[in-house]
C-alpha cells in the first residue's frame, strides 16, 4: 500500500491542482486504471463514465467552482483527460448507475459528550486492488488549514480543518441515487472541511448541495470547551440530521437512519451486512471509552465470522467487485487539531504506526 503526503503551499486551486497532478502523475494514473477496472466490472463503459463525469464536474462548477478548477488542474498536471480526472471524485456517482456490490463499505463511531473532546473511529473499507492513497494538507481560500485523506486524484474524504472540525465519510445507497444530475459527494466533504467552523454551518454546506449518490457525514466540532456532532444524511431525494443519542453516541454503516430516507434505503433491501454491523457496532461502542485510539480499535473488532464485519477482510468466495477489506483506520485529535491514521484493519492495530497529521 502506498500512503502518500503532499503539503500545498498555494491557495489557488488551478495551481494545486496541477501541483497535485504533477507530483503523483504516475500515481494517480494507476488510481484511475483501477477505477477503469471497476466501472467496466460494474457493466459501465467508457462512454457512460465520460457522461456522468462530465454532467458532475459541471454540476460541481455551479455549486463550488474552485473545486472543479482544481480538478482540471489535476487532469492538467497528471496528464489525464478531464473528464477522467473528474471521474475520480465522481467515483460513486458513476458506480450507482452500474452494479451496487462494492458500495457497502465504512464503519464509523463517534462519542460526542459536550464538555468533553469528541472521540472517534472509522474504518475505511474498498476493494483490494485500491492501494494508492494521499493524505493532502493545504490552507484554504477560507483561511483554513485543512488535512484530508483520499484515494490519489480525489478532492478529499475524510478529514479535519483548523477550527478543530472533523468529518467522517460513509457511503449510502438510495432509490434515488442516479436519478438526477449533481455533484460529487466526495467534494461535498471537502467543501464542507473547507469552509465550517461549526456543526450548524458544516450541514447547512452539506444540505445546499443537489447531490446524485448518497452519503452520510458524520461532523465533530471542539472549540476548547464544548463539543457538538450530528450526522447529515444525503441523498438525490432529500436530507437528514441526526444527533447523538443516548450517552453522545453518533454510530453508522451503509444505511439509512432516518425513518423517511430509510423507505427508500437499497442495501438493507438486497440484504446487505450493514445492519448487522450497526447492531454489533452498538455493542462494542463502549470501546470509545478506552484509553487511546489504539484501545478504541481492538474493542471495536468484529469479523465476518461473528456476523458483523466492522473489522473486513476479502472474501475469496465473493464477487471480485465485492471483496472489500478494511484498508485505513482513521481517527481525530480535535484539542491539536490533526488527523491520525494508521494502515490495517482494527485487528492489526498496534500503538507504534499512527500516523498523525496537523491541519
Known sequence: M?????????????????????????????????YDWLFQAAGLDEPAVR???????????????????????????AGLPTWRAAALTARTEILVRGKIAGLKECTTAALAVPDRPPRV?????????????TILRYTSTAGLGVVTFAENGVVGKVGVNSAGLGVLF????????????????HAVVRRVLDNATTVAQAIETARSAPVTASAALTVVTWNGGRCDAAVVELSPAGSAELRPVGDGYLLHTNHFLDPEL?????????GDDTVPRLAALRRLSTALTGADRTAWARGL????????????HPRADADVTNRWETKMMLTFDL???????????????????????AA
Open 2 to 34: 502506498s500512503l502518500n503526503i503532499h503539503v500545498s503551499t498555494t491557495t489557488d486551486p488551478a495551481g494545486r491542482g496541477r501541483e497535485i497532478g504533477s507530483r503523483w502523475r504516475d500515481r494517480i494514473q494507476a488510481t484511475a486504471r483501477d
Open 51 to 77: 457522461r456522468i463525469a462530465g454532467e458532475c464536474l459541471d454540476a460541481l462548477h455551479t455549486w463550488e467552482p474552485e473545486l472543479a478548477t482544481e480538478i482540471r488542474g489535476i487532469a492538467a498536471g
Open 121 to 133: 473511529l472509522q474504518t475505511w473499507d474498498w476493494i483490494p486492488q485500491a492501494e494508492n492513497f
Open 170 to 185: 460513509t457511503l449510502l445507497c438510495h432509490s434515488s441515487d442516479g436519478t438526477t444530475t449533481g455533484v460529487p459527494v
Open 262 to 270: 430509510a423507505t427508500g434505503d437499497r442495501l438493507v433491501a438486497v
Open 301 to 312: 473488532v468484529s469479523h465476518w465470522e461473528d456476523g458483523a464485519p466492522i473489522c473486513a
Open 335 to 357: 484539542t491539536r487539531p490533526s488527523l491520525i491514521v494508521q494502515e490495517g484493519k482494527p485487528c492489526q492495530v498496534t500503538e507504534s504506526r499512527w500516523l498523525e497529521f
